[in-house]
């Protein structure tokens, strides 16, 4: 089967540095084929000091369902580099959870165009970023057909001195009626001198939809603070508590093995 | 006040006594200044403006502006008239024209004062005598910079919005003319709103005029503006700026409704200075205009400061409205709240574009900003593009934003208790409404309620 790209949106494909370019592995192609269902789990260790940049070109062919979840540790002085460009077709899906500790640089790029009917989406970035170290996420979803459903969700803990830009974009093209998109960035911050910077946007073209976009930045609750506290957790205990809760209700639904994956490189 | 499209939309035949050439040049900047008679400083001011605008492009962001050519622009219309304190010595069509705008009338029945201008003159202003013997200053622009140099000089486009903020500023600070200069003693307060109403007459008109509300510590203050245009077939310009001083523990809000004809190009720019305790209010509508760039912003820098936005945008058929709020806090507790609700119709774009900016001095920072959009139809747009930067780990910052269309359900149940749908549209959109509208004097929300009926009328 031949997929064409819708002409007035093309997924664009972000153009790598000629660091990134240098520092390219595994630049890989995945085509789902037509009622094939393929899952990825992968736990990624980025040495000290290395410059890594992963790109993938996927395509999902109709009724073909996917699902990646990459986890990925970057310590001080690494960087990393995500590049995903996936092309949707009808009644297909895609799942992507990229999992983050980090110490040292990332950057992710995600432009995902849906243009088969009933297709459905769901993206998600976490993230738990130490001392000074900086994350900068850009995820697009173009959703050309009717009957989609978009999921995009960016849930960072900022630690220390940590800083994260966040920016979500969804276009609801014309002929995407009776689509269903909804958009969340959210930061917890757990350091005093961490930072944050979030975009959420939307582009709605046509008006029987469903769509929404929600952004939060703040520290953890202070009441429930203290009722961990009051049970005799340490504070760093009842934080990291309230963190992993933070982050763990855009797992829900995963395998039990990834989820413990994720938790376990995330948090401990 | 009867609202109808006639009352916005009709030119008066009044002949103004200048009009300058069309386009932007020197020696118009230079003319407008010698015919006020302006201090050295503020001529000079104009010309580094001038100079500034020539060398800053238009802006790569936003709406397209490449119907807007200053060329064709006439930058000073002076009407035949002089400034008056009583409607009687107004000239008949230009004060039939107010009549019919209803703005006399409310300044018998709810309004402690009230300024009129016509294209680039004010042409009647009036303050309530006890207002006055308390010290209060509702005045023209061009008057208070002849009786007060030195306030108007230490607050006019010098740290609110300074003459090189942005392009539009720099053009307007260069043939600024008119608007309302308002100065409200400490612990004064203002129980009554004040008025002032523009109105562009001339086609290729532009109007510049200037708002300076300074609320001295512990005052408080409602000043309410509205704008209106005849239709004519070529475009025409309104830059105005509103700089606001809000002063220790005083409180300023400020309502706006504008309802430029579709040919007028709304490049404003409103800012407001809030410092300790200090509370700035704005309410918000923008429903005529066929382009508007708009983004009223809140600095809130001292402890304790609050800002409060609540707006309204209606895009109709041809227009774009690209409006939002901006807010920078860099004291400790400060907070704000936004409430935007956009309506987008027969092909009309809506853009909601906001910023919340939270610097490292603003302990324990509290924002909420909440976005809703209703589209009529599915051919109009609606977007949105807000912005958070977050510098310190206590800030407290959500964002929430809806698009939707009209409920069936809610359109179904309505039809069958006998309205017909054009009812049940007007009677679920007032509810949608209804957040903003109630914030509103009631004649100034009847007003604002019908000029949306009569932009739905456009979409149907």
Known sequence: MKLTLHPSAPARLIPLSEDERLTLVDPRELVIREGDQQNWNEVTIIGRGERRSVSLDVRVEPRAHGQMIRIFVVPEGARLTILHKVRIAESASWQNVICIRGQGEVKIRRAIEVFGREAEVRLACLGVMDNSSRISVSDEIF??????????????????????????????????????????????????????????????????????????SGRPSETELFYLVSRGLSLQAAEQLLAQGFVSDALVGLPEQSVQDALTVMFD | MVVTREVYEQASLHEPKFTAPLGLTREIVVDISTQKNEPDWMFEKRLQALELFEKTAFPKWGPKLSGLDVDKITFFIRPNTRESKTWEDVPVEIRDTFEKLGIPQAEREALGGVGAQYDSDMVYHNLKADLSAKGVIFENMDVALQRHPDLVREYFMTNCVPIHDHKFAMLHAAVWSGGTFIYVPKGVKVEIPLQAYFRMNTERGGQFEHTLIIADEGSDVHYIEGCSAPRFETAALHAGCVEIFVKSGARVRYSSIENWSKNTFNLNTKRAVVDAGGTIEWLNGNMGSGTTMLYPMSVLRGRGAKSDYLGIAFAGPGQHQDTGHKVAMIAPDCSANVLSKSLSGGGGKSTYRGLVRVTGGAVGARVKVQCDALMLDGVSVSTTTPVMRIERGDATVAHEATVGRLGETELFYLQSRGLTEQEAIRTLVAGFLEPVVRELPLEYAVELVKLIELEMESVA
């Open chain 1, 143 to 216: 959703s050309h057909a009717a009957h989609t459903k978009n999921d995009l969700r960016t849930k960072i803990v900022l630690n220390n001195a940590a800083r994260s830009e966040a920016r979500g974009r969804i276009v609801v093209g014309e002929q995407s009626n009776l689509s269903n998109s909804y958009e969340r960035l959210d930061h917890l911050v757990l350091g005093e001198q961490a930072g944050a910077v979030a975009i959420p946007e939307l582009e709605v073209n046509t008006d029987n939809v469903k769509c929404g976009h929600g952004a939060t």
